[in-house]
């Protein structure tokens, strides 16, 4: 038994295969999309892809080290030295410090002063958020050179007022350089985080705060119970940005050893790479990368999936 279209229609394509229209829109948005996907190919994937492929092998030198470099397949066995080397390791755990103190008390920041500019209450809001933002403005060698002056011995006006205190304060010491390197992310950063929350709160619909108020509850109610919850996406991206920018630290550390000399040259995993990278040993500097990325990539997706979870228990 064979079916006809009805006058003054088209015949319905087969099941099965899309229509004329509906191939029409792929082609259309393939065409659209394909500047971005060799872009992305080309200086995304690919840079990745040969990053990994260099970590395989090894560097061979002979002699006095003056002729040509040879390499081999090595397989995992820089992966082995570089989790063996002593320096490295204490390197990715110094910024994992790093990370855990500066990132939670930066974000607390940006969250109380995104809150406050978002207040009723708050004059000149205008003013406030520039000035916030304002540090993010410069740029971050800029600014790591405008710190580096006042914590060097002999320059910083900081050591001169503890020094009319009877207290004798070297800020580049071993024990407070991992202080003033968060000190200087917590200042560059705040206002960038803080502006991101800032635009999720604006997003809140007023109605709800207004009922809350009429309900009886205070301001700091309405920011605990209302606010917080619902720039939970916000914070959550701010955090994850935050780890990420974390593990690639290096322009305050590398400023700030023009002033401080006791900051070793591994004092952080880019740092170490980078080292490798002046050594000539590419494919050792490629392995350290690979395990930076994937430490970065492993903390974020695992403070992604406790949120996800957590989210999922309430």
């Known amino acids: ?26 082609r259309t948005a393939v065409l659209f999309l394909a500047p971005f996907a060799v872009l992305f190919a ?5 840079p990745i892809a040969y990053t ?4 395989l092998f090894e560097q061979h030198r002979s002699g006095l080290g003056l002729g040509a470099p040879t390499k081999s397949f090595a ?3 820089n992966y082995t030295r570089a989790l063996g080397d002593e320096g490295f390791r204490a390197s990715l755990l110094r ?31 205008r003013f406030f958020r520039l000035a916030y933002f304002l540090p993010y403005a ?13 914590v060097a011995p002999g320059l910083s006006p900081i050591t001169a ?5 009877g207290l004798h304060l070297n800020l580049t010491s071993d024990g ?16 960038y985080n803080m502006l991101i929350i800032y635009s999720a709160l604006q997003s809140i619909p007023p109605e709800i705060s207004e009922a809350a108020t009429m309900d009886g509850c205070s301001a700091l109610g309405i920011a605990w119970r209302i606010k917080i919850p619902m720039v939970r996406p916000a914070l959550v991206l701010t955090t994850v940005f935050s780890i990420i920018g974390t593990a690639q630290l290096y322009n305050e550390p590398s400023i700030l050893h023009n002033v401080a000399p006791n900051l070793s040259s591994d004092y952080t995993p880019i740092f170490a790479a980078y080292n490798a990278v002046n050594a000539g040993n590419f494919p050792y500097a490629a392995t350290q990368s690979v395990i930076l990325a994937l430490l970065a990539l492993v903390l974020s997706f695992g403070f992604l999936k406790l949120v996800q979870r957590k989210g999922e228990a309430l």
Do not use: C
């Open 95 to 125: 910024v994992l410090l790093i990370g855990v103190v500066q990132v939670p008390l930066m974000l607390g920041l940006s969250l109380a002063l995104a809150l406050l500019l978002d207040a009723k209450q708050t004059l000149f809001k």
């Open 42 to 46: 080309g200086m995304y994937l690919a």
């Open 161 to 165: 007022a503890a020094e009319h205190l």
């Open 52 to 55: 990994v492929y260099q970590s």
């Open 1 to 26: 038994m064979t079916t006809t279209a009805a006058p003054g229609k088209a015949a319905a394509p087969p099941r099965g295969r899309p229509s004329r229209h509906a191939r029409r829109r792929t």
């Open 138 to 150: 410069l740029p971050g060698v800029i600014g790591a050179i405008m710190w580096s002056f006042l």
């Open 176 to 191: 407070l350089l991992g202080p003033v390197i968060g000190n200087m992310l917590t200042w560059g950063w705040t206002g």
């Open 75 to 77: 397989g995992l066995a």
